[in-house]
């Protein structure tokens, strides 16, 4: 007797989207069916290593090399695959939603890559997930031409050969999709962002001499990046699609991936394309894997942790030499500066700090750099142009004079900062003010003339979190207390009220975003994941 026909996926509580049978048809659904059936057990088994991991980094306060993969480290024949020709030249990178404005926006703004993001910078609700997909294959149709209702302002697309490539980034693997279930499971919101963008896309891409390429994020372990890896040979069959065509860039966010950066790019080796160094989940993972490691693991202010404290500095280059040697592209971070329309003088001291970044990562190797509005390009752009000169990158520029050991990793007191009281104020209007936006469907949100992402809402509650439990006492004589975080965020509050008015404050989902930063920066149990708690108040 034959087996039962498999179930097909269903959509549930969730309301019709215009043109959403473009994008959630029969065959698109199968396919992230049959990546949910395939490999989210692994998924699960991994998910449960990292809290096994976890544990033993409470237990030891350490982390170290493996031992188990020190023959791959030591192999200097393996080399990534040769990047294509839409990748190889990445000296500028913007990164954002994938809603209509932005889409047209980012791939106009003469960046040589554009992040499109269904992760960090997008609040998961139902229309982000789907319209955004849409929006990706309408840009690719050359289908988007825009015009926003509020200014009456029209936006149309460059010519293709001007136009920025796509790196799309999906979920991280923690997160789910509620609205699709396969068997009775919610699926991995990571198969549901990656299988309908590569089911519609891949060929699409390929006819326009680009391919499917992604950004991985989260990534905890070369495990990880091995499902990831099984994930692309099993797509690339069934679409019949070239293996290798696939290229992947992972963000080096955490700290436990930093000690496996070579073990990364070997597993996807066939598909890689490079490392990222992304700053305020690196920062937030120190703090979630070491927040039983005493005081050397208290951080300062998070404006206080530049790219040039040592331990940050050992991070990014050991990236860069690590990627080199493998031949694989570095990339650096975010310049989340927004420029003012009405303050000139804010625009000159930040234009002057976002050049001496890029200036700095440009001049350490990397191959290129993030950021998140279009009038950085052009000052990202002369940094890199100036060291790279006519060539699409610096691989060859191979870094062996840096040595990085195990320990200078996760040196946070070789930083002299201190946390301080407007630290802990900042973190507070900072992770009220993100939430608000994002209990709205907003992941990518200008705060105080930053644009701020959930990353940073993750620092923000770490940090507070962090500081009252290791007693903190600041230069103002006050202490790190429950009640002190409490009163700060009344204060803000009563702020916002303030300064948007009653009805405005009546509208936003301000007391919620009070209570659950509260809650989660509070709570004796750390919350893994501040978007965990966070979806299950987000409508939509």
């Known amino acids: 007797m034959s087996a039962p026909a498999p179930s097909p996926p269903a959509v549930v509580d969730a309301e019709p989207l215009p043109r959403q049978e473009e994008v959630l048809t029969d065959a698109a659904l199968a396919f992230v069916a049959e990546l949910h059936r395939r490999f989210s057990p692994r998924r699960g088994e991994l998910l449960a290593r990292r809290a096994e991991r976890r544990a033993e980094i409470a237990r030891t306060s350490t982390l170290d090399f493996l031992t188990e993969t020190a023959a791959v480290r030591a192999d200097d024949s393996w080399r990534v695959a040769a990047s294509p020709a839409a990748l190889n030249d990445r000296r500028v990178e913007i990164t954002g939603p994938t809603d209509r404005k932005m889409t047209v926006n980012a791939l106009n703004s003469g960046a040589r890559i554009w992040l499109a993001d269904f992760e960090d910078a997008s609040a998961p609700t139902w229309e982000n997930v789907v319209l955004g997909q849409l929006n990706l294959i309408d840009a690719y149709t050359r289908n988007i031409d825009f015009t926003d209702p509020a200014s009456g302002k029209s936006y149309a697309l460059r010519p293709n050969e001007e136009l920025a490539t796509v790196v799309m980034r999906p979920r991280g693997w923690h997160l789910n999709e509620r609205h699709i279930e396969v068997d009775g499971e919610q699926v991995p919101g990571a198969f549901v962002d990656f299988g309908l963008y590569f089911f519609h896309n891949a060929q699409r891409l390929l006819d326009l001499g680009k391919g499917p390429y992604f950004y991985l994020p989260k990534t905890e372990s070369h495990l990880e990046a091995r499902l990831w890896n099984d994930v692309f040979v099993f797509a690339q069959d069934h679409v019949g699609i070239p293996q290798g065509t696939v290229r992947a860039t992972v963000l080096i966010e955490t700290i436990t991936a930093a000690y496996e950066m070579e073990e990364i790019l070997y597993e996807l080796r066939d598909h890689a394309s490079g490392l990222n160094a992304g700053r305020w989940d690196y920062l937030f993972s120190i703090v979630k894997n070491f927040r039983d490691g005493g ?134 209007q900072v992770g009220i003010r993100y939430i608000e936006a994002w209990l709205r469907g907003l992941g990518a949100v200008a705060i105080f003339n930053l644009m701020e ?82 979806y299950q108040q987000l409508r939509g």
């Open 453 to 534: 992402d959930a990353a940073t809402a993750e620092i923000s509650r770490s940090q507070i979190w962090q500081w009252i439990n290791a007693g903190v006492e600041f230069e103002n004589g006050e202490k790190a207390t429950p009640e002190l975080a409490r009163r700060i965020a009344a204060e803000e509050l009563a702020a916002v009220r303030a300064e948007i008015g009653d009805e405005a404050f009546a509208a936003g989902h301000w007391q919620q975003a009070h209570d659950l930063l509260l809650t989660v920066s509070l709570d004796e149990d750390y919350a893994d994941f501040l978007t965990l708690p966070a």
């Open 295 to 428: 005081p050397r693991f208290v951080l300062p202010d998070r404006n206080a942790v530049t790219m040039t404290a040592p331990f940050m500095r050992a991070y990014t280059e050991l990236l860069v030499r690590t990627c080199h040697k493998r031949g694989a592209h570095a990339i650096g971070g975010m310049a989340a500066f927004i420029p003012s329309r009405r303050d000139p003088e804010v625009n000159k001291v930040a234009f002057e700090k976002v050049r001496a970044d890029k200036d700095r990562e440009a001049n350490d190797g990397f191959d290129g750099s993030w950021v998140a509005h279009p009038d950085l390009v052009p000052i990202a752009m002369e940094s890199f142009d100036k060291v790279l000169g006519d060539q699409p990158n610096q691989k060859d520029r191979l870094r062996e004079d840096v040595h990085v050991e195990a320990a200078d990793l996760i040196a946070v007191d070789s930083l002299k900062a201190r946390p301080t009281y407007p630290g802990l104020v900042n973190a507070v």
